[in-house]
């Protein structure tokens, strides 16, 4: 099972790069920041993309992501930019989680005064995903959408990966499809009372979809995102060790916890959390 983090963008600078550093040398595949102007209201909350530049200047072998990026107040084309800007900066380490974002009054949902309906939010995502994916593959790229468009941008040439990576999280069928036909990785986030059968089920219809579009499900990454469910994740190596066997008979395949918070629901003793981390370097 590989091991992520997420991390929390709200202290001073200093310590910022302090914990990114210490997330590198705990040995973490990957760490992860949500995109978010402010999230449950906690501000100040750093801007994602420049986190994430300023990560990739202090660490050298950690894959840098977030998790995930949405429609809700990033249109395509300055976001192309900064994640060609990060993946130069931090030698291609770049993993782009993205998502379709929250409604209206969670998750920066009505920032752009209008709450979308839920058949809205999703043409907007797979419409903001296929711009994304021809700015970052194509050259003098030009599209007319319903949401966005485009005339004469060229943003590809000089990414260190061909592509960074698209990690989609995706629940429902509309949503797997796009992860199958554009994702080269898939992010589960289960919000029911039984979230081990809410994955199993999910695994199975996103299985049977890479099916149908010609894809190696086994190939894709499959990243569990914890901490919101109850589940006692943090809680000692061993409840760690019990959960992670679970999901990984389920099909997962990566898994990311939060970086222990003191004073919020994330919060866990960083003698366990580093005890689990020392079990996965």
């Not at 200093?14 to 990114?20: H, K, L, N, S, V």
């Not at 300055?78 to 030698?91: C, K, L, Q």
Request: hydrophobic share 45%.
């Amino acid at each position: 099972m590989n091991l992520h983090v997420v991390l929390w963008p709200i202290h001073d600078w200093p310590a910022m790069a302090d914990t990114w550093r210490r997330a590198e040398e705990l040995g973490f595949v990957g760490g992860w920041v949500y995109d978010h102007l402010a999230w449950r209201g906690h501000t100040p909350w750093d801007d994602a993309y420049a986190s994430l530049a300023a990560a990739a200047a202090v660490t050298s072998r950690i894959r840098l992501g977030t998790l995930v990026t949405s429609p809700n107040f990033r249109t395509p084309v300055p976001t192309a930019s900064a994640i060609r800007t990060i993946d130069r900066i931090s030698g291609g380490r770049l993993t782009l989680g993205i998502g379709a974002g929250g409604s209206a009054h969670t998750s920066d949902g009505d920032v752009l005064d209008r709450d979308w309906t839920k058949r809205e939010r999703a043409n907007r995502f797979e419409e903001w995903v296929s711009h994304l994916d021809a700015l970052l593959t194509g050259e003098s790229v030009s599209a007319a959408g319903e949401y966005w468009s485009i005339r004469d941008v060229t943003v590809a040439p000089g990414l260190v990966q061909q592509r960074p990576p698209f990690w989609i999280a995706a629940g429902g069928p509309r949503g797997m499809r796009l992860a199958a036909r554009l994702g080269q990785g898939w992010v589960v986030n289960p919000v029911t009372d039984d979230p081990a059968e809410e994955v199993r089920g999910q695994v199975a219809r996103m299985e049977g979809i890479c099916s149908d579009a010609g894809r190696d499900f086994s190939a894709m990454p499959r990243l569990l995102l914890t901490g919101f469910t109850g589940e006692p994740w943090l809680a000692s190596a061993a409840a760690y060790d019990d959960l992670a066997g679970r999901y990984a008979e389920l099909g997962i395949t990566d898994v990311a916890i939060h970086w222990p918070r003191p004073g919020s629901e994330w919060d866990a003793d960083t003698a366990v959390f580093e005890a689990i981390a020392a079990k996965v370097r």
